[in-house]
C-alpha cells in the first residue's frame, strides 16, 4: 500500500493535513456559530453554510487558472496565508448579536475561501504531477486514496478539539452546554419573553444562578458559547501555520515538478515531457469530465449535509447519551487505537517479511488491549454529547476504511476486473443512496412540529449513516480528483481540477435546500428526496459509461 510512492506525496498530504483541520472545524461548528451568536434559523444557516461551501469550492477555478499562468507553488503558499487571515479575522472577539460581528464573520469567511480556493485544487495537481514519472504512474489511484486517508488525519481531530475548546469557555464561566439553550436564549432576546420559564427550568442544570436576570444569563450563556467556537477558530490559525512550514521545509521532495521561472516557461517541467493530444481527443476528455462534474454535483450535495442536517438531526433529534460499544466512538483515543489496529491487521497479511509481520502482530495486540482499557475506562453512558463530536466520524471513517478499500480493488485488479473510475463513481451514489435510506428509518420516530424537528433516537443511526457515506466518499472523491489528473488534457490540468471544485462548489450550495425543507416536512420525505438525488445520478453516469469510458482510453 505505502510502496512504490514518490516522496513529495507524504509531505504535501502532511501540508494538507493541517489544512483540514481549520477548514473542518469550519464545518464542524459554523452553523451552530450562526444559531448561537446570531440567533439564525435553519433557513438562513443553511443559506450562509451552504454559501461558504460553494465559494470556498468555486473559487478553486479561479486558482486554477491563476496557477496555469503563474505558479502551482506559489499559488499554494499565497492561499494559506489568506487563510491565516481569514481564521484570524473570525476568531477575534466580537459582540453577540451584532451587525459589526456579522461584517467580521463574512470578511473571514470570504478570505478563507479565497485562500481556499489558491491552496486545494493547486496542490492535488502538484500531487498529480507526481506521478507523471512512469516509476510512479501505475499507482496513481493509490496515491490519491492515501492522499485523502491522510489529509482525513487533520479532519478527525477538529470536531474533538473544537468541542473541548467549547466546553472549557463555557465551564470557565460556570455553564454546561445544553442542547435547548441557544435557541430558547435567542428567542427571548428577541422579545419572545414567554420563553422564560423554559430558560429557568432548563438552565439551572447548565449554570443559571438562582435569582439571575434571564435577560442577561442569556446574553452571559450565548457569548460564553460563541467565544468557545471562536477558540476553534484560533487553533485553525496555527493549524494553517504548520501547514506553511511543512511545505516550506519540504520541498526537497517534490522540487522536480516545480518551475517558478518567469513567464513564458511551462509552469511545470512534467507537463512539458507529455504527449500532446490533437484537438478531437482533448475535446473528447474535456466532455467526458464535465459529465462526471454534472454527477459530482449531486454527490456533493448530499454528502455535505454532515454539517447542516445531519447536524440538526444530531442536535434535535439524537440522544445527547450513549452507552455500551457505541460510547466508544465519542473517545478520541480509542479512535485512533482502532485505525492503527486496522493498518496492523493488514500489515499481517500484506508483509512478506516476518520481522515486519510479527512487528504488526504486537501492534495489533496492543491496539486490542487499549481498546479495552478505553472501554472500562470510558464512563457508561458518556453524557452531554455535543452535537459537532459527530463530524469525527466522516474523517475517522475515511483513514480506517483506506485500507480496506485497497486492499478490495487490488485484488480486483489482479483478477482484471477492478472498475473504471466512471463506474466507482456510479456506485458511490448508489451507496449515498442507502445512506439516507438509513436516515429514513432513523427518522420514524420523529416529529416536526412548528418549524421544529423533534426526537430522542440512539446516536448508532448517524453514526452507521456517516459509515455509509464514507463508503461512497471513496468511491467517488479520491477517484475522481485522480481521474481529473490523469484525464485532464496538459495545457488545462488547473481549470480542469478548478472545474472539479467548481462542480462541488454547486452541489455544495445546493446542501441549502434541505435546511429550507427543515422543519416543513416529515424528515422520512426529505430523507427520501435525497435518496431519489443519488439514484437519479446513478442512473446517468451508467448510462453514459461507454461514452466516458471511450473517451479516457
Known sequence: MFKNQPAGLYVLSLANTGERFGYYTVIAVLVLFLQAKFGFGAAVTGQVYGGFLAIAYFLPMVGGWIADRWS????????MAIMFLGYLVIALPSPIRSAGSIVMLVVGLLLVAAGTGLFKGNLQVMIGDLYNDPRYSAHRDTGFNLFYMFINIGAVFAPITATVLTNWALESDGYVYNM???QLCNAYLDGNVSVGSQIVAVAQESGMRVGQDIAAFAESYIDSLSTGYGYGFAVACLSVAFSYLVFFFGRVTYAHIVNDSKKGDKAEQSS?????LTP??????IVALLLVFGVVIFFWMVFMQNGAT??????DCTSPNAYGATRIGFNIWALCVIAVGIFALFGIFQNRKPVARCSCVVVFLVCGALLWYFYIVTPNPVTDILPMMYQQFDPFYVIALTPVSLAIFDWMARKGKEPSAPRKIGYGMIVAALAYVVMIFASLGCTVENGNAYGMVSPNWLMGTYLMLVFAELLLSPIGISF???VAPPKYKGAMMGCWFGATAVGNYLTSIPMLLWGKMSLPVMWGILVAVCLLAALFIFSIMKKLESATE
Open 72 to 79: 502551482f507553488s506559489k499559488s499554494v503558499a499565497l492561499g
Open 180 to 182: 435547548l439553550l441557544p
Open 272 to 276: 512539458a515531457a507529455m504527449p500532446e
Open 280 to 285: 478531437e481527443q482533448t475535446r473528447s476528455r
Open 310 to 315: 445531519l447536524t440538526l438531526f444530531a442536535n
Open 484 to 486: 481529473v489528473t490523469k
